[in-house]
């Protein structure tokens, strides 16, 4: 799957229902037959949208844990509390399951933001807050992350 594109402000109903903003959807749309898995996020109060393929691919990764090993079987347990497979429905539009709108604190407005192969929910003012929260250390961080030197990429 080639990497997913853009930000987009969302309502969600009261059954917590929300419609696929045409552009995401435009890009899903080799997924939408096989689905989605939704999750809690590991590091933020959001929702982590998986298309089914990339949510296989991972799960081979997390398969090759040793169970034998505690923290292993905790990190796994952890990691997929609250996982649910979810369809886009003939409207365009997915449910997010009770106990995920708690999670995430999602309320009216959201945020769906593309994270390369996956897609963040946002609870919007949750979502502006990580975003403002991150801007002052973001050029440290991507210095770090990204500037390091790589010995494939120096010039001999």
């Known amino acids: 799957m080639n990497s997913l594109i ?3 402000e969302c309502k969600v109903d009261a059954k917590g229902r929300l419609m696929l903003p ?6 899903l749309a080799p997924e939408l037959q096989n689905g989605f898995v939704l999750k809690r996020a590991v590091f933020q109060e ?3 949208l998986y298309p089914m393929k990339e949510w296989e691919m991972l799960m ?5 844990l040793n169970r034998f ?3 292993n079987n905790d990190f796994i347990r952890r990691f997929t509390a ?3 497979m979810i369809e886009v429905d003939a409207n365009g539009r997915l449910l997010i399951p009770k106990d995920l709108v708690g999670f995430a604190n999602i309320n009216k407005d959201i945020v769906m933001s593309s994270a390369v192969n996956i ?3 946002w609870d919007k003012t949750k979502y502006e807050k990580a975003i403002d929260d991150a801007t002052v250390d973001f050029a440290d961080l991507a210095e770090e992350v990204m500037g390091q030197d790589d010995a494939d990429d120096r010039i001999s």
Request: hydrophobic share 30%; aromatic share 4%.
């Open 60 to 64: 081979q990764k997390v398969n090759k």
């Open 119 to 121: 897609v963040e929910i």
């Open 6 to 8: 853009g930000t987009y």
């Open 46 to 48: 959001c929702l982590e």
């Open 69 to 71: 090993k505690k923290k």
């Open 22 to 27: 045409a552009a995401l959807k435009k890009q």
């Open 82 to 84: 609250g996982v649910k």
